[in-house]
T-cell receptor
C-alpha cells in the first residue's frame, strides 16, 4: 500500500472559521510533510514531522497549526485564514527525514483544495 | 546554493510524438538526489524516479526514459510515443545529503498531449 489519503478533497471556509485538514498513511513512514501549492507553482514546504515531532517549520504563520497525533496521522488546523491562503494543500510521507540511506522519495496525497472567502 | 531549472514552461505535442522535458540543477554537494514527479489535473504528485549522484546510468521504464549527465548538470526526461494520459505538469526536484529530505522543486513543465 503506497497510498497517502487526505480529507476533505475540497474545503470552502470563511475568514473566521476553524477547520482541519487530515492526512493518513499506512506505509510505516516516520516522516510526514505539509506543502502549500498555488496555481502554476511548485509545492512549497510548510512543516515536517519526524517520528511524530515537529522538525521543520518554514516560518509559516500561526494561523496554520500542525499536529501529529500518531505515526500514521497528520493534521493541519486552520484558523482566521486569509483569502491569499487559498491553495492546494498537499501531504506527503517518506521513510524518514534521513537522506543518507536512499529511499527518500516522498509519496504525496491527492491534496485538499482550500478556498478562503 | 541549490537550484533546479525547468526552462520549458509548457510543451504541446500530438499523440505518438516523442517529447523531452529538460531539467538543469545546481548544487555544491557531491552527494545529492534527483527526482521526477508527475502532477495530473487531479492534483496528486506521482513519484516517477529517484537518481543519486553516483549513479549516472540512464534508466528506461516502459515509454519513459531518463538521461542523467553530471557533466552538464542535467537530468532530462523523455516520453516516447506520448499519450493523452501523459498530459500533466512534471516537476524535477533535488535534495542532498543531510538536508532533512527537503526538496528543491523546479517550476514545472506543463505537457499537453493532443489526440
Amino acid at each position: 500500500d503506497t497510498e497517502v489519503t487526505q480529507t476533505p478533497k475540497h474545503l470552502v471556509m470563511g475568514m473566521t472559521n476553524k477547520k482541519s485538514l487530515k492526512c493518513e498513511q499506512h506505509m510505516g513512514h516516520r516522516a510526514m510533510y505539509w506543502y502549500k501549492q498555488k496555481a502554476k507553482k511548485p509545492p512549497e514546504l510548510m512543516f515536517v514531522y519526524s517520528y511524530e515531532k515537529l522538525s521543520i517549520n518554514e516560518s509559516v504563520p500561526s494561523r496554520f497549526s500542525p499536529e501529529c497525533p500518531n505515526s500514521s496521522l497528520l493534521n493541519l488546523h486552520l484558523h482566521a485564514l486569509q483569502p491569499e491562503d487559498s491553495a492546494l494543500y498537499l501531504c506527503a510521507s517518506s521513510q524518514s527525514m534521513s537522506t543518507s540511506g536512499g529511499d527518500n522519495e516522498q509519496f504525496f496525497g491527492p491534496g485538499t483544495r482550500l478556498t478562503v472567502l | 546554493a541549490q537550484k533546479v531549472t525547468q526552462a520549458q514552461t509548457e510543451i504541446s505535442v500530438v499523440e505518438k510524438e516523442d517529447v523531452t522535458l529538460d531539467c538543469v540543477y545546481e548544487t555544491r554537494d557531491t552527494t545529492y538526489y534527483l527526482f521526477w514527479y508527475k502532477q495530473p489535473p487531479s492534483g496528486e504528485l506521482v513519484f516517477l524516479i529517484r537518481r543519486n549522484s553516483f549513479d549516472e546510468q540512464n534508466e528506461i521504464s516502459g515509454r519513459y526514459s531518463w538521461n542523467f549527465q553530471k557533466s552538464t548538470s542535467s537530468f532530462n526526461f523523455t516520453i516516447t510515443a506520448s499519450q493523452v494520459v501523459d498530459s500533466a505538469v512534471y516537476f524535477c526536484a533535488l535534495n542532498y545529503l543531510y538536508n532533512f529530505n527537503k526538496f528543491y522543486f523546479g517550476s514545472g513543465t506543463k505537457l499537453n498531449v493532443k489526440p
